[in-house]
């Protein structure tokens, strides 16, 4: 691979604020370089104009920049989503490197195969620096991919920049940068990957973030391509997926891998091989979901930064959160048993405990899981804009009507509460033919899905808020999911009763805390609710809760605090869990973010 190619081709078709940039970034080093010892100056136009002419002339157009504006910044938004490019924070970039474990005194290579503008890299040689390394060594021991030319060429740029501060007179000049543009590491196989196999320590990166349904529209056959390059991908997968099995592919048996990932891949279904294969080697895990200010701002992106080791490694995973920038720096730590995970079963979740409550609720796993006892199950999706309309009113249709939750689409107050519906007035025309035959959209079976007694619950929230259709009334929009009990030992109100308890959502949002919207709302989705454990149906306490989950929903008005609190407290007993660990829970997962508490 050549060292800069095709840099002043990737000119002709970019914003003007990319070029604005870039001028501006070209000319201050040109400037620098101008000021620097011969060796210096002569590497530096090396890395950086020699086979750029076009670049070099645009700096010396003495653009000004406007102040604060950096490549992220200056590109627009069609190419960012193009390339799924979101680019790393400094000091997200240090925390990475100090995940992965990149050894900071060693001069093996490192590689970031979606380099982007290079802060991952620098990352790098800041900690092999302050290690006492040299520039010269520093700088050897990185390299750096991307399919963006103009990327690549800025990473370069601010090596360069980086070796400029820190040089000492008379030190001599590095090596040419193994920095290389217009290369599309998911594409290098064969013989280049064998040889660097030999040569990568490690593997660390943000790679591209280009969710499955958009990978399409942004490259056709992208995901086909990929499918063949990589066999281990699978479902609905995201782009980041197949960087995360380059980095598996290219360690040798003593590498080291650094990922920076959505939090989605913690659960996702189409993640699930990859965690079942990190699971062994994993070493660290930090979850910045909840970060405020948010590192990736204006995106749907909630990170968590994964360190795995090539091969297995024994002991615990440790895990730790960061909510504030200031918590970056932090080296604190907690421990994850290994074998935890597997304990929950399902998909094999991996996740981030809360500190103050996974004591308590490690002995939780012993017991039986809900999809044991119960059948969880989604409920009406309307694929197509406008079916809604059509078969949804508040007027009921003549036949097959029935009332129905989830009316208003984009309704702010909830219809299901805990023990109370708060129905809006709307029916649903219930026709399965139509709606299949005509339309494609399938709905579930109206006997076996609706009219039975079942626990109807919230799909988003800050809790689980269930409630019981002892009668079978309703008919549910998809963000509201139902369940039954399956177990004779279970009933209705026994299975409402430990949905409604406080170490439910606890146990739920410990596992899956990284199914969040806008930081802090939870999906609670059947297939994940299903390995949540419940405590046992026979437990005397249980008949107590049962009692008072009955009389809850019977009663008309606000709900009685102190019944739930009772309820509470009954589940909790059937749990082994006393007062002070009912307590503990409610103030990390339910009052912590405001959502309603039995008290």
Known sequence: MSSITRVDDALDDISPALRRFLAHRSGVLAQRLSLAEPAWRVWGHAQLFDSAPRLRELGDSGVELREGLDYDGARDRGSREQLGQFFTPPALADLLVGIAGVD???SATVLDPACGAGSVLLGVCRARFAAGATI???LGSVEGWDRDELAAWTCRAELVAWALDHAREGSAAPAPLEIHGGVDAL???????EALREKVAAVVTNPPYLEAKRMRRAEPGLRERLRERFDQLSGAFDLYMAFCWLALDLVGDDGRIGLLLPNKVLQGRYAAGLRHALLPRLTRIADLSRMKPRPFPGTGVYPILLGASAGPVSGPILTRRVDAPADLARDEWSELDRELPQRVGGEVPLFV????TMDLLVSAFDGPRLGEVASVASTCSFHRKGLRERFVARARPRADGYPYLGGLSRARRTEVAPFQVRWEGFHIHYDQRALKEEHRNPLPNLERTFLRPKIIFCQHGLRVRPVADAEGVWVTK????VAWPNDPAWSLHKLL?????TPFTALYNTV???IVVGGETYHYLPAFLRPIPVPHAGHPAMDRAAWLAAELSAADGA??????ADLDRAVCAAWGFDEGARQRMADVHLRRVGAESPS
Not at 187 to 193: D, E, N, S, T, Y
Not at 478 to 481: F, G, K, N, W
């Open 187 to 193: 594409q290098v196989h064969g013989r280049p990957a």
């Open 478 to 481: 998809d963000t509201y999911p």
């Open 497 to 501: 009763a430990v949905m409604a308890s």
């Open 512 to 514: 899956y805390q990284g």
């Open 559 to 564: 709900v009685d605090p102190d019944a739930w």
């Open 136 to 138: 010269a060594d520093v």
């Open 353 to 356: 405990p809360f500190r103050r």
């Open 104 to 106: 900071a005194h060693s």
